[in-house]
């Protein structure tokens, strides 16, 4: 068996063992470990210094996650159910397919830009070198989970014969890639510099149009 086969056993089976309630003092704890990872990165933070930053004992914390890997797991998790859920939202609404795009473009370049969905994407790419487990969750759970939901979402425009794609998946891929070109690199790299409304609306408006003339049948 694969680590990835592994990865994958090993989040199904946490999800089934550790809740997850969305309290107070959960959301507190997350907001120290997310701190804690940021400062320290993977291999030097503690439980010790998590339980410090986040304000709670150290059976609290122990209450809620049995250990560092659970609590930086439930972080990428945390993160890939925002943005499935919010694409999977702008898939189910009504509108034709110009608008809906732009909708779609709009939305995933909100949650790209999200504080936390940003922290936790440099938190993993600084672990993922040592524990390459943490890069296939966050890139299955989040951007390929996204892909997924997005191709399947293109796929009955192709049905009514509005476009064209040989290849759903990725023709999903690049209308996000140019949602995010010039200004998804640079909020990565250059941490509180988000794009303004002007920036935003530019690039979709540009992404769905060069996604229709290559894919759109102009029905």
């Known amino acids: 068996m694969d680590r990835r086969d592994v990865t994958q056993i090993e989040e199904t089976e946490y999800e089934k063992t550790v809740p997850r309630p969305d309290t107070a003092k959960y959301r507190q704890i997350l907001n120290g470990a997310r701190e804690v990872f940021l400062s320290h990165g993977y291999d030097g933070a503690s439980m010790d210094q998590i339980a410090r930053t986040a304000g709670v004992s150290k059976g609290t914390l122990y209450v809620y996650f049995p250990g560092k890997e659970a609590l930086f797991r439930e972080l990428i998790l945390k993160d890939r159910m925002k943005q499935a859920e919010a694409l999977l939202d702008c898939a189910a609404s009504e509108g034709n397919l110009r608008d809906t795009l732009t909708k779609i ?13 940003l922290s936790t994407i440099r938190m993993v790419i600084g672990a993922t070198e040592k524990f390459p487990e943490f890069g296939i969750l966050l890139y299955e759970a989040g951007p390929k989970k996204g892909m997924d939901t ?26 996000m890639d140019l949602c995010g070109s010039r200004i998804g690199k640079r909020a990565m790299f250059e941490p509180g510099h988000f794009p303004t409304a002007d920036e935003v609306n530019a690039n979709v408006a540009s992404a769905v149009q060069m996604f229709l003339a290559a894919y759109g049948t102009g029905k």
């Open 105 to 117: 473009g709009r939305v995933f370049i909100e949650q790209m830009f999200n504080v936390e969905r």
């Open 150 to 175: 997005f191709g399947r979402f293109l796929e009955k425009y192709i049905a009514s014969g509005e476009l064209t794609c040989p290849d759903p998946e990725l023709a999903a891929c690049q209308f």
